[in-house]
């Protein structure tokens, strides 16, 4: 198992949308995926979560039961499932949304403000793409390239004008870990 | 070719389009309307027919019509969905029509939630309509196996004149996982003299029917019936298997659940214990005949369920009290945890269960 990423947050903040993205890129370079998605009855602002399992072998369970990397679009998603990440796991904070700090030390935590960050790049629609650019970056299990190249296969084509935005998202967010990472090393 | 990521699903939807399905009647209903959404944009173009029935009665009705023209053709639903479709579901077996009805398992009973489960399988594996007669029932536990099985669902469904079931828990619907569409598609549907495609196609009248009143007639058909049953039951059953050799705790588990139990099979190999997994593929025919052959070397089963305890009793036939068999689920759209899965089997080892 390379990676299991857990993606949580609310209905409408493209956490589906942005584990089915992960699949597909990584699928591209020849890894062994599953996507797993958990959602509410609700169309919008009920729970909306899923997991992302990507190996170099046969994926046994596709349940995302102790992830090594946490995506908490929210402050909820994060005081329910920080606790299941595993030792030395990685948190990538919405710090846009995520009020609550991370409350274990064992664990290497990136805040990342996404939504405000959207909001400056001219279109809110994006934030899920900054947060999975940090994690591409932090991970380096896909590249940004073969991400953008997944985006035109899992868009609708009727949104295939969004594609240079988000790449710019998935570029900023990426851009934004590597200030974070500097930060750590000082 | 290369694979694609589908959702399972949208893997079922083109399994059956793939295995010359040509029909689908059904109703929307979570955990899978994008089997129906897939569908309707797909069969229309292999000149196929989608139609959205009124409800999950006349869908199945719309299948025995079908069916019983001869065509290859299918409905899915959930819970209760399928709940509604049993009458028919009888009706489909008393006529031997061939037909494919897949159930996506919602947590339950009464309107429950779209949590994914697997508490019908007594109600698919021991008939859920009245009077004798047995469906096949598939599970897959893979994206890949949910398009492959139904070239098979259809076959099966031809080759026996019977209702098949494809049966696999909610979430399976929306998982997505890399799927190989393999090479060119070509179907042989067996000639079926039997449909009622009107006299100029065939000699004689056909006449698809269960309603026989004198009960001298209707056990001849329940003999038939039965002999056919069993002819299915000794040549159909089918099951996987994962690190069994050498296992002294077998678990037993079907569907999405039998991934989750891998894992936790590896984990307790890890730790030395000696745990293996037998996955059944058909629910029914249940695959007694190699469970029964791993009883005198077993030391306890485990079946591993989303409900709470329904296949364990086909396990126990299986045994036939050589060995304990013990269960553990999780209920109400709930999913076992792998860890959880492990505790169980550390109990099993360490403690004096079995002999």
């Known amino acids: 198992m390379i990676e299991a990423v857990y993606i949580a947050g609310h209905g409408g903040q493209g956490t589906l949308s942005t584990g089915q993205l992960l699949a597909n890129a990584c699928l591209k370079e020849g890894k062994f995926v599953a996507y797993l998605p958990f959602y509410g009855v609700e169309k919008r602002g009920g729970v909306s979560n899923c997991g992302v399992t990507i190996s170099d072998q046969r994926i046994s369970s596709p349940f995302v039961a102790e992830p090594t990397v946490l995506i908490a679009m929210n402050s909820i998603s994060l005081e329910k499932y920080e606790s299941a990440v595993v030792p030395d796991g990685l948190v990538i904070a919405n710090s846009s949304l995520v009020e609550n700090a991370v409350t274990r030390d064992d664990v290497r935590v990136v805040p990342i403000p996404a939504n405000e960050e959207a909001e400056q790049m001219g279109d809110p629609m994006v934030a899920n793409n900054i947060i999975l650019g940090a994690l591409l970056e932090l991970t380096g299990v896909v590249s940004i390239q073969i991400v953008a190249e997944s985006l035109k296969e899992v868009l609708p084509e009727r949104h295939h004008g969004k594609i240079p935005a988000n790449v710019r998202a998935l570029e900023r967010g990426a851009e934004l870990a590597r200030r974070h990472k500097i930060r750590e090393n000082k | ?355």
């Open chain 2, 1 to 355: 070719m290369s694979k694609i990521l589908m959702k399972g699903n949208e893997a079922i939807g083109e399994g059956a389009v793939r295995a010359g399905c040509r029909y689908f009647f059904g109703y929307p209903i979570t955990p899978q309307s994008e089997l129906t959404h897939y569908l309707a944009k797909r069969l229309p173009e292999v000149g196929g027919l989608f139609l959205q029935a009124e409800s999950e009665v006349a869908s199945i009705n719309m299948v025995y019509g079908a069916a019983a023209a001869g065509a290859r053709v299918m409905t899915s639903s959930s819970g209760p969905g399928i709940s509604l479709m049993q009458e028919g579901l009888s009706f489909l077996a008393g006529s031997e029509l061939p037909s494919v009805v897949v159930n996506l398992m919602r947590g339950g009973p009464g309107l429950g939630n779209i949590a994914p489960s697997q508490s019908d399988y007594f109600q698919a594996a021991k008939g859920g309509g009245h009077g004798d007669y047995h469906m096949i029932v598939l599970a897959p536990n893979t994206v890949q196996e949910m398009l492959d099985t139904m070239g098979n669902a259809f076959d099966l469904a031809d080759k026996y004149r019977n209702p098949v079931m494809v049966m696999a828990d909610g979430v399976m619907g929306q998982m997505m996982e890399p799927v190989d569409l393999g090479g060119d598609v070509r179907v042989e549907i067996p000639p079926k003299s039997w449909a009622t495609t009107g006299m100029a196609h065939h000699a004689g009248k056909n006449v698809i029917n269960s309603c026989l009143v004198i009960p001298e007639e209707m056990e001849e058909l329940n003999l038939k019936l039965e002999k056919k049953y069993k002819e299915i039951s000794q040549k159909e059953q089918v099951c996987d298997e994962y690190m069994l050799e050498g296992a002294d705790i077998v678990l037993v588990a079907f569907g999405l659940v039998s991934r989750i139990c891998m894992s936790a099979v590896e984990k307790a190999r890890a730790m030395g214990i000696k745990a293996g997994l037998i996955r059944p593929v058909t629910l029914w025919p249940f695959p007694a005949g190699f469970i029964g052959k791993t009883a005198d070397k077993t030391r306890a089963y485990l079946t591993v369920e989303m409900n709470m305890g329904q296949m364990i009793e086909d396990v126990k036939l299986a045994v036939c009290g050589r060995a304990p068999v013990y269960h553990y689920g999780r209920l109400g759209g709930m999913v076992p945890d792998v860890r959880d899965v492990l505790a169980e089997i550390k109990n099993l080892h360490e403690g004096d269960a079995g002999r």
